[in-house]
């Protein structure tokens, strides 16, 4: 089915240990995004990429890095876990044309102890 | 300061009920867009509007730009439509702002 798929879908780090969320959709999208979600608070973007070769910071980036292996994968890292990085991550692609809304991935959970 | 507020933030209605739930923005923006979180968490866009109003079954979105303001209406609610439905404001086709959501439980 096409779609955004986001792995893994749930992860428990220990403070400092690093790790990849992975993101891959497979409908030809240029746009890509990395978002997290908290309890009280609306969608954050932590990264976007706008077109494959380009990585842009969203309101929340620190603590984050990107990757856009290619036009399919959009690859985000915590290089040393942090508790207040616990929360839902969200992978979405966005296309052109008449329908220009999103698509998201299912969501990782991730806690950080 | 939130740019995109909701309202109601908790809405219980029974079966059948007519639904309304309200974004106002204080933002320009190109688009607007609704979304539907389910308890699982996967999220699904419902519609993008920029002008006038939008329907698709029993959802039904309008926009008054003018106002800054839109609202998402389900006709006949269902159980399965109970979510959280998640309004974004546009701004520029990678700037959104995202209000905190609208928890929607419709009783049998």
């Known amino acids: 089915n096409a779609g955004v798929t986001q792995t893994p879908k749930f992860q428990v780090l220990k403070t400092g240990q690093s790790m990849t969320l992975q993101c891959a959709q497979d409908?030809?999208?240029?746009?890509m995004y990395w978002y997290r979600q908290d309890p009280g608070m609306g969608l954050r973007l932590i990264y976007y990429?706008?077109?494959?070769?380009?990585?842009d910071k969203g309101e929340v980036p620190n603590g984050y890095n990107v990757s856009r292996l290619n036009k399919r994968e959009f690859s985000l890292r915590l290089e040393s876990a942090a508790p207040s990085q616990t929360s839902v991550y969200f992978c979405?692609?966005?296309?052109?044309?008449?329908?220009?809304?999103?698509?998201f991935g299912s969501g990782t959970r991730l806690t950080v102890v | 300061k939130n740019e995109v507020e909701q309202s109601p933030q908790n809405l219980t209605a029974q079966e059948g009920e007519f639904i309304t739930i309200n974004c106002s923005y204080s933002?320009?923006?190109?688009?607007l867009h609704w979304l539907q979180q389910h308890p699982g968490g996967g999220i699904v866009s419902l519609f993008m509007?920029?002008?006038g109003k939008k329907k698709h079954g029993r959802l039904i979105a309008t926009i008054n730009i003018q106002e800054k303001h839109s609202s998402l209406h389900i006709t006949a609610s269902h159980p399965r439509d109970s979510a959280v439905y998640i309004c974004?404001?546009?701004?520029?086709?990678?700037?959104?702002?995202f209000g905190t959501g609208t928890s929607l439980t419709v009783i049998p």
């Open positions: 990429s706008a077109s494959e070769g380009t990585t």
């Open positions: 979405a692609s966005r296309g052109t044309g008449d329908f220009y809304g999103y698509t």
């Open positions: 409908m030809n999208h240029n746009s």
């Open positions: 974004a404001a546009d701004q520029s086709g990678n700037q959104f702002y």
């Open positions: 509007l920029s002008s």
């Open positions: 933002v320009g923006i190109s688009a």
